[in-house]
């Protein structure tokens, strides 16, 4: 499978690096990829994690199925809503590559995504592909949760 276009702006202090998380929820540096065609999940683009971990946010779009999506620039598993718990990550938009968005990755035990395995991360390495990461909005970075 060939690497997705890197087309995200580098920020300061951001070493474009690929890693990955050894769990299955995509941290800093992971991709993940949303189910195909034939699931009825779809992942959609918030401006805000789910509450606590941030203020809810609106919906800006759907992401389409069998894409890729990355590099994750920050996590929360902080987000609660009617009573279920969230994973979420903040990605480049796939419908503007300026803006960083929040998908929810996870919810209890329903995957919306899958993480992209550390050997494929490495295997675009190896073809000289590297991560790039945007500037992180500062507004409202105390609200979003952990890294």
Same mark, same amino acid.
């Given at each position: ?69 990355? /590099?994750? +620039?920050?996590?929360?598993?902080? %987000? ?6 969230? &994973?979420?990550?903040?990605?480049? @938009? ?22 992209? /395995?550390? +050997?494929?991360?490495?295997?675009? %390495? ?6 790039? &990461?945007?500037?992180?909005?500062? @507004? ?8």
């Amino acid at each position: 499978m060939p690497p997705p276009p890197a087309n995200h702006a580098s920020g300061p202090g951001d070493a474009p690096q690929l890693v990955a998380a050894p769990d299955d929820l995509p941290r800093k540096g992971d991709w993940f990829r949303t189910k195909p065609a034939t699931s009825a999940i779809r992942c959609l683009e918030y401006t805000a994690a789910p509450p606590p971990a941030g203020m809810g946010g609106i919906r800006v779009a759907t992401i389409r199925p069998d894409v890729y999506v990355g /590099p994750v +620039h920050k996590s929360t598993d902080k %987000g609660r809503i009617d009573g279920c718990t969230f &994973y979420s990550v903040l990605v480049p @938009s796939q419908h503007d590559p300026a803006l960083l968005v929040w998908v929810n990755v996870k919810r209890e035990r329903t995957w919306f995504a899958s993480k992209v /395995p550390l +050997h494929v991360l490495q295997r675009w %390495g190896d073809r000289g592909w590297v991560n790039m &990461y945007q500037p992180m909005p500062t @507004s409202s970075s105390s609200r979003e949760g952990p890294t």
